[in-house]
């Protein structure tokens, strides 16, 4: 994998950063970082229920997709790779016709509850499940229908962002495990209650 800098730091994205005196930082700062998957964007992106993923249009119209899944559905196949099934959908192939012209991708993965975000480049393909079938059983998710397509990601470059200015937002799951203890001591409290009740009505 290349340096992020060196991927998306063009020469008027540079001139930008010279104006503003930012580019001795960014130099120091990149050259110190690590360019292939470690443990912990590993562990990062194993644990995503979503992300979205950029591809360009053959008239230049970039386009976001959502992707989802429960945590885990978005595979780690090496330092280098990313994989996830495609199941069957709206039938648009829009991100699917975009590939076919140009293969680059962009990758957004964010963690809204710890304020993390991860972006990653990369060159994508899709492929006929059948044609696979080793893979598209490595990729399905349970409960997610037929696996249809596979969607392979050879990553060019990743960073992750500032935390700055990100929400924090909770899915069902998250909110089920923040309040879990207190729950559990509230019907713990109520059953003690309800016995106390039953007790003073027998001794009525």
Known sequence: MKRYDELMF???????????GSTEMYA???????????ADE???????TSFYMATVSETGW?????????AGFLKVLDDHTLAFADYRGNKQHISEGNLAGDDRVSLFLMDYPRK???????????????????????????????????????L?????????????RFDASEIAQLIAPEL?????????????????????
């Open 10 to 20: 063009t020469d008027a994205v540079k001139s930008l950063q010279e104006a503003d």
């Open 28 to 38: 120091r700062s990149y050259g110190a970082r690590t360019h292939a998957l470690t």
């Open 42 to 48: 590993v562990a990062f992106v194993a644990s995503r």
């Open 62 to 70: 970039p386009y976001i997709q959502h992707c989802g899944g429960p």
């Open 116 to 154: 993390a975000r991860m972006k990653l480049q990369g060159r994508a393909t899709f492929e006929q499940a059948q044609g696979n079938p080793d893979l598209a059983q490595k990729l399905a998710v349970d409960g997610q229908g037929r696996v249809e397509r596979l969607v392979t990601i050879r």
């Open 156 to 168: 060019e470059a990743f960073d992750w962002n500032c935390p700055q200015f990100i929400a924090p």
């Open 184 to 204: 559990d001591k509230l019907n713990a409290r109520i059953a003690a209650l309800e016995a106390e009740n039953a007790l003073l009505k027998g001794q009525g």
